[in-house]
């Protein structure tokens, strides 16, 4: 059986045609699926009963499970899900006055192991399907009532959506790929480019082909202005450096559909938030068009680290803006429901006994609005 969320339009016609059918048959089915959140055959009324018998022997339409679905005060909604063998993963919704922003996860883990992150602490477990990544927007959306018949006054409830959940995007490049081809699909979820964004802590070559197969915003990882620094807190910095990553970042930009790269840096007590830190990023990025995102640090049980007092904070993003990059500091977000941006791990706790023990352990921390 093949799951179709696992298939952009290109791969369903392709699958259509395996099985004699047209085109437009697989954009009828893609729409249904993406456009209207149906998951059953049945329902497909304007398709022939015969097609959509075939299809039920074929074909299922399965999105991962949501497990856990909690609303904050603020209106912050984390979803959990079930992707089997006893890993679970996140996807948040953050709704502001002009947007809807949905966090999602590549990744179940991830093996890239930043020292401030709890999601790398966790070590690997696997890669996300296509169908896993799309599956959190199609399950966010139905909970959100983003699908018809009450769709249509609602229908940019999710206007844009951040890959900045558990896990490296790029390092699962084919699967993510296939669900940012659904996301800009006029037939699927019709979002623009600009309003999805790829957070990266900075594999190269994966960046070039993201440029070449399908250019969406670009979030960098940045954390550190010198290698020495960086290598320590982002390790796959020892195998793409800062003087492979800047101008990858410039490579990006030729296709991008925004004209700056957004920098993330994570803010860590006495670590890397000096002022002469200020100093040797604005040197670093100095002819890259950028933005910074500061991101408050997230404490988790057994991190070494500790978040920059506020005022610290705030004159680092001084130091940047002062001069003239833009520069921004993250809200937090959803308190009362203990998720953290970066941290989007319904983690399971005791990897020993997965089979049996399924008990998803949220982390006592807070969500950082995304993007
Ligand atoms: N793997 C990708 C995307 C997921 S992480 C990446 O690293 O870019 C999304 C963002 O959250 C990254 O900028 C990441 O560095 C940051 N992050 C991870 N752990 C964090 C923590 N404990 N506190 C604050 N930000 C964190
Ligand atoms: Fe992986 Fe990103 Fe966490 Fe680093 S910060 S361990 S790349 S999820």
């Not at 093996?111 to 477990?125: I, P, R, V, W």
């Not at 139905?142 to 844009?160: C, K, Q, T």
């Not at 084919?174 to 957070?199: I, P, Q």
């Not at 202005?225 to 450096?241: A, G």
């Amino acid at each position: 059986m093949v799951n179709l969320l696992d298939l952009d339009a290109a791969s369903l016609t392709a699958f259509f045609a395996i099985h004699g059918e047209k085109p437009f048959r697989a954009r009828q089915v893609l729409r249904w699926m993406h456009r209207f959140g149906q998951a059953d055959f049945e329902a497909m009324t304007d398709i022939a009963r015969s097609l959509r018998e075939k299809l039920k022997g074929l074909a299922t339409v399965a999105p991962p499970t949501v497990v856990a679905d909690r609303l904050a005060d603020d209106g912050t909604r984390k979803f959990l899900f079930d992707v089997g063998g006893g890993n679970a993963i996140e996807a948040v919704f953050i709704p502001e006055d002009d947007r809807g922003t949905l966090c999602i996860s590549t990744q179940a883990g991830c093996a890239l192991d930043c020292s401030f992150c709890s999601t790398g602490k966790q070590g690997f477990n696997r890669n996300l399907t296509a169908a896993e990544i799309i599956g959190q927007l199609w399950q966010a959306r139905h909970a959100l009532g983003a699908y018809p018949p009450a769709a249509n006054p609602v229908e940019r409830v999710v206007s844009n959506v951040v890959l900045m959940g558990m896990g490296e995007p790029l390092a699962n490049l084919e699967n993510t790929v296939m669900a940012l081809h659904l996301m800009l699909d006029d037939n699927a979820y019709g979002l623009s480019r600009r309003r999805v964004t790829v957070s990266t802590s900075g594999l190269v070559p994966a960046m070039d082909r993201l440029r070449d197969e399908c250019p969406v915003a670009l979030a960098v990882s940045l954390h550190a202005p010198n290698d020495r620094l960086r290598d320590e807190l982002v390790p796959i910095n020892r195998k793409y450096p800062l003087r492979e990553l800047m101008p990858a970042c410039l490579r990006y930009l030729e296709k991008a559909p925004r004209d700056f790269v957004t920098f993330e840096y994570v803010m860590l007590d006495a670590i890397n938030d000096s002022e002469a830190h200020a100093q040797e990023l604005l040197a670093l990025t100095r002819g890259v068009p950028c933005k910074f995102n500061l991101i408050p640090f997230n404490p988790f049980p057994g991190s070494p680290y500790r978040r920059s007092p506020a005022p610290r904070i705030r004159r680092f993003a001084e130091l940047l803006m002062s001069a003239g990059v833009v520069t921004t500091t993250r809200k937090t977000r959803g308190d009362d429901i203990d998720a953290a941006c970066g941290q989007l791990a319904g983690q399971v706790l005791d990897r020993t006994q997965r089979t049996t023990r399924r008990s998803f352990v949220l982390h006592q921390n807070r969500h950082e609005v995304c993007g």
